[in-house]
C-alpha cells in the first residue's frame, strides 16, 4: 500500500482539513435529521453522504502513523465520529501507533471476531500489545479462541512487565549461523524467503541458537564472499536480557548509537531483538514522562480525554496536595496569635514559602535527571547535596539581603527586614535539601521518584516556610 | 580499538570503582606533597604514581561514550583532575559525547595545536560542533590555521542554526545512480572503497546529484542483481531541508520509523543525510528538556557544575519568581486591615493558593506536551480550554465542599466555610485558564513555552488566590 508520507507541516494543515470536515459532517448529519422526510431532506443526506466519503478517503489515504496523530488531536467526540470511517484492514497498524490512553477506548470498542482478525493480521508481540489493554475477562475470551501455537506466543508477549526489554523486544529474528562463508550465509537468507524491512543486521548464532554476533547487512554485502561469518561480524555486540529495564536498553542505545540489538536468555540463547525504532518511541514518549509526572499525571495522558475522566485522574494528586496545603495552614494556625498583632506577617509569609517551593522544584529536576541518568550514586549524593546547599547559601544571602531592603523601605522596621531576610536564606537552605532528599528517599522506598514529587516539595517547603518566618518573628518581634 | 563496552549495572560498578581511585589519588598526592623530601616521600610518589596508572588504563579502556558518562557523573574538581589522563587521540570522540555545558570548559582547556590534531581526527560536522563552543576570538583564531577546504565545510556546518536539521544532519553521503543496474551499483560502491559504518541506506540520485529515492542495503543485497535501481529503490522517501526544524525531523523518524533521510536543498539536490542516532541522541537530550525549562533550567544544566555557575544560572529566574511573589504579597498587603480581625484568613489563604498552583502546573504540562507535538491549533484550543475548565469546575466542587466542610469544623463559621469553598473553585478555574494561556501567548510572543512558564504561572494563581480569598472574605464577612 502506498501512504501519502506527509511532512510535519503539511500535516498541522491535513489536522486542521480534517477537524473542519469533521465538523461540517456532524453539523450536515444534524440538518438533515431535523429536516421534514421529503426531497430536501434526501438531499442533505446525500451532500453529507458526499462528505462523509471525502472524509473517509482522506483518513485512509494517510500513513498509519499519520491517522493515529490526527486521531490523538481531536477531541474525544470527533474522535469517536472518525474511528468508524477507518477501513478495518487499517485499523489495527493505526491502533499500535496510538497513545495508550487514546488506543484503550477504541480497542474496546472492537468485536470479538475484529480482534481475531487482528492477531492474523499482526505480529504476535504487536497483537499483545492490544490485548494488553483490554479488560482481563475480553482478553481471556479473545485468547481462547486462538490457535495453540499463536496464543502461546502472545502469552509469552504478555508475561513481561511493561518496562522490561522483554516487552519490547521483537521475536521475528533473523539469523545466520557463524560456520558459513559469507556467500552461504547470503544463499540461506535467499532461501529463507520474505524478509522484514528495514533489515541492518543478521544475527549469527551457533547451531544450537547461541548468540555469537551481528553482522551488519553492509558488511555481508562488501566483504569478501569467501569468509566466515565469525571471522567478519562483530563479535561481541551490546545485548540485553529479557529481563533488562527498558530504559536501560534505551540509554545503551543511545550511548553506543546502536541500530539493532540481541536479546537472550540466561543460557546466552537468542531469543528476540530490539529494533531502533522501538527505542525511538520509547524516548520520545519519555520526553513528556518527567514533567507531567512532577505534577502527578500519566505519561500520555490524553490532552482530549472527556472531561470525567480527566478529572477523577487528577483527584489523588489535588487529594495529596490540599493535604500538604491543609499541614501548610494548621503551621499558620498556631501562630494567628502573632499574625492578628502584625498583619504584615501575612503579607510576607508567601514570599518565603514561595521562593522556597521554585528553588527546591529546580532542584528536583535536576535530582530526578541525574537519577533517570545513573549519574547519582551512594558515593556523590553527599556532594550533590552540599553543592545545593552552596548554592542555595548564596542565592539565599544575596535574595535575602534584598528582599530584607524591601522590607525595610516598605514597613521600616529593620527587625522585621532582618527575619525576612533570615527566614528566606534558611527556607532556600530547606529547599535545597528537600529537593535532593525527596526523590531520592522515594527511589529507596522502590517508588518512582518522578510521580508527585513536586507536590510533596511544596508542601514541605510551604509549612516550613511558614513555620521559619512567623517562628523568628514571633521570637524576636512580639 | 577494541572498547570494553559495558552494561548499564556494571557501569554504575565502573563509576563507583573510578570515584574511590579518584578520591585515592587525590589524597595519596596530598599526602606526598606534606612528607619531607627523603626515601618515604619517593615511596609514597611511587604508589601514587601506580594508582595514577591504573585510572589511567581504566579511563581510556572505556568505551568514549562511557568515559563521557564518567566525565558527567564527576563533580568538577574531580573531573578537572580526570581530563589530563585521557590519551589526546581519544578526546575528540569522548568530548562529542559530552552535554554542552561539561564540554564547553574542556574544550577551552585544549591548545590551538591539540584543536587541528582534531580537525584531522572527526568529520567536519563534528568538528564544527566542538569549534562552536569555543569563545569567538579562538574560533577564528583556529578557523584560520585550518586549510581552505576544510574550513569551508567546518564554515558551513557552523552557519546552520543549532535546532535545524543542517546542524543535525552528515555530509559524508553514500550514493549511487538511479539508472545503474544492482549490480552495477555494488560495484561502484566497493570501488569507493571505505563505506563508512553502520551503513544501513543507499542514497540515490540522478547524474544531477538531484534525490530520486533511498535504497535500504538489504535490497541491494537480496534484489535480483540485473534490476534497475530505480525499480527496487523506495521513490519518494522522507526527507528534510537543511532548514526545517531538528525537532520537526525527530518526530518524523519517530512516527515513520526513518532510518536515515537525505536532506536536500531548494533544487532537490542531495546536500547530506540525518542518521537515527542522532535523532535518538536529540530524543534523549529532549527527555529532561522540559522539565528542566518549566523551574528555568537549561537543558543540558551539569549537575556537578561549580557553585557560582550554577547560581548565576538560576538568578534571573530567582528574580522572576521574587517579582511574581512580591506582587502577590502586596495583594495580600492591601487586605491587612481584614487579617487583623480575621488572622483565620491568612491561615486558610495558602491553601487557595497552593491547589491553583498545582492544578495550574497539570494544565501546563498538558498544553506544552500538545504544543510540542503540534496536536494543539487554531481550532481545538478554545475546545481544550473549555475541557480543562470543566475538569477544575469538577474539581473545585468537589474539593471546594471538602475543604468547606473542614473548615467549618475547624472555626465554626458558615460564612468562611463558604468563603472558602467558593474562593478554591474560582481559583482552580483561574488556573485552568492561566494554564492553557500562558503557553500559548509565550509561543504567539516567539519564546520558549517551557522556560519559566511554571514559575509564570505559580504567580498568577497565587495572587488570583489572595485577591478572590481575601476579597470575598472582606466583602462578605466583615
Not at 112 to 124: F, G, V
Not at 154 to 173: C, I, K, N
Not at 372 to 379: D, K, M, R
Amino acid at each position: 500500500v502506498q501512504h501519502e508520507v506527509e511532512h510535519h507541516t503539511s500535516l498541522e494543515a491535513t489536522l486542521l482539513e480534517i477537524q473542519a470536515l469533521l465538523e461540517r459532517h456532524e453539523s450536515e448529519r444534524e440538518e438533515a435529521a431535523q429536516e421534514q422526510p421529503g426531497e430536501e431532506a434526501r438531499a442533505l443526506a446525500e451532500i453529507a453522504r458526499r462528505h462523509e466519503d471525502e472524509l473517509e478517503s482522506r483518513l485512509n489515504r494517510l500513513h498509519p502513523a499519520d491517522t493515529a496523530f490526527v486521531l490523538e488531536s481531536l477531541p474525544a467526540e470527533q474522535r469517536d465520529a472518525a474511528w468508524p470511517l477507518i477501513h478495518r484492514d487499517r485499523r489495527g497498524a493505526i491502533l499500535l501507533e496510538l497513545a495508550e490512553s487514546v488506543q484503550e477506548p477504541l480497542i474496546q470498542l472492537l468485536g470479538d471476531d475484529e480482534l481475531i482478525e487482528l492477531s492474523r493480521q499482526l505480529p504476535s508481540t504487536d497483537f499483545a500489545d492490544l490485548v494488553e489493554n483490554l479488560p482481563e475477562e475480553r482478553a481471556a475470551a479473545v485468547l481462547g479462541r486462538l490457535g495453540a501455537g499463536e496464543r502461546q506466543q502472545v502469552q509469552t508477549a504478555l508475561s513481561f512487565p511493561e518496562d522490561s526489554v522483554g516487552a519490547l523486544m521483537e521475536t521475528d529474528v533473523v539469523t545466520v549461523w557463524d560456520d558459513l562463508t559469507l556467500e552461504q550465509a547470503i544463499q540461506s537468507l535467499r532461501g529463507r524467503g520474505a524478509l522484514p524491512e528495514p533489515l541492518t543486521s543478521i544475527l549469527v548464532v551457533d547451531r544450537s541458537n547461541v548468540l555469537k554476533g551481528l553482522l551488519p547487512v553492509a558488511r555481508l554485502l562488501f566483504g569478501d564472499p569467501s569468509r566466515k561469518v565469525v571471522e567478519v561480524m562483530d563479535a561481541d555486540p551490546v545485548h540485553f536480557s529479557t529481563t533488562d529495564k527498558a530504559d536501560e536498553a534505551a540509554q545503551a542505545f543511545d550511548r553506543y548509537d546502536l541500530i539493532a540489538a540481541p536479546v537472550v536468555d540466561p543460557q546466552r540463547r537468542l531469543v528476540g531483538w530490539v529494533n531502533v525504532d522501538q527505542v525511538v518511541d520509547r524516548l520520545s514518549d519519555d520526553t513528556f514522562k518527567q514533567s507531567l509526572g512532577q505534577v502527578g499525571l500519566e505519561e500520555d495522558a490524553d490532552l482530549f480525554a472527556p472531561v470525567w475522566r480527566s478529572g477523577q485522574r487528577r483527584w489523588v494528586w489535588v487529594g495529596l496536595n490540599l493535604l500538604t496545603a491543609f499541614i501548610a495552614s494548621r503551621v499558620i494556625g498556631v501562630f494567628e496569635g502573632s499574625i492578628e498583632k502584625l498583619a504584615a506577617l501575612a503579607a510576607l509569609m508567601p514570599i518565603v514559602a514561595s521562593i522556597g517551593g521554585n528553588t527546591g522544584n529546580q532542584t528536583v529536576a535536576l535530582v530526578i535527571r541525574g537519577l533517570t541518568l545513573s549519574q547519582l550514586n551512594e558515593s556523590n549524593r553527599l556532594y550533590l547535596l552540599r553543592r545545593e546547599l552552596a548554592v542555595s547559601a548564596l542565592n539565599g544571602v544575596v535574595w535575602g539581603l534584598l528582599m530584607g531592603a524591601i522590607t525595610l523601605l516598605l514597613y521600616g522596621s529593620l527587625p522585621l527586614a532582618a527575619v525576612m531576610g533570615l527566614a528566606m536564606l534558611l527556607n532556600m537552605l530547606v529547599a535545597a535539601t528537600a529537593g535532593v532528599v525527596c526523590p531520592l528517599v522515594l527511589e529507596r522506598l522502590g517508588r518512582d521518584p518522578v510521580m508527585g514529587s513536586s507536590i510533596l516539595l511544596t508542601g514541605i517547603t510551604d509549612s516550613m516556610g511558614f513555620l521559619i518566618f512567623l517562628g523568628l518573628a514571633s521570637a524576636i518581634l512580639l
